[in-house]
Nanobody, 122 residues
Framework: QVQLVESGGGLVQAGGTLRLSCAASGMTFSRYVMGWFRQAPGKEREFVAAITMSGIRTVYADSVKGRFTISRDNAKNTVYLQMNSLKPEDAAVYYC???????????????WGQGTQVTVSS
């Protein structure tokens, strides 16, 4: 079955960096759009970034544009989220997800990982 496993979360000071990874299995990775979402306590899950199958096109939420970079390595079945200049408001559980088409709504994504916690101290 499809499995998405995130890693790389942790505690970082404001202004710091983290790199999240999401390893996929049980699927033809290169045939899926991959996205990152996040959910803070008491808030809805929100879109962060997405990347097309080939990696040519990327889209970002306005809140992370210029600070976060999504990338993928289809040979390793892995998608990454490089997070720079982290802010306390970036703290959340981060999820990777797979979709058939490029989108920013959680309902457009078929497969989800279990999430990884990112904590940003001020």
């Amino acid at each position: 079955q499809v499995q998405l496993v995130e890693s790389g979360g942790g505690l970082v000071q404001a202004g710091g960096t983290l790199r999240l990874s999401c390893a996929a299995s049980g699927m033809t990775f290169s045939r899926y759009v991959m996205g990152w979402f996040r959910q803070a306590p008491g808030k809805e899950r929100e879109f962060v970034a997405a990347i097309t199958m080939s990696g040519i096109r990327t889209v970002y939420a306005d809140s992370v544009k210029g600070r976060f970079t999504i990338s993928r390595d289809n040979a390793k079945n892995t998608v990454y989220l490089q997070m720079n200049s982290l802010k306390p408001e970036d703290a959340a559980v981060y999820y990777c997800a797979a979709a058939a088409f490029l989108g920013s709504r959680p309902t457009e994504y078929s497969y989800w990982g279990q999430g990884t916690q990112v904590t940003v101290s001020s």
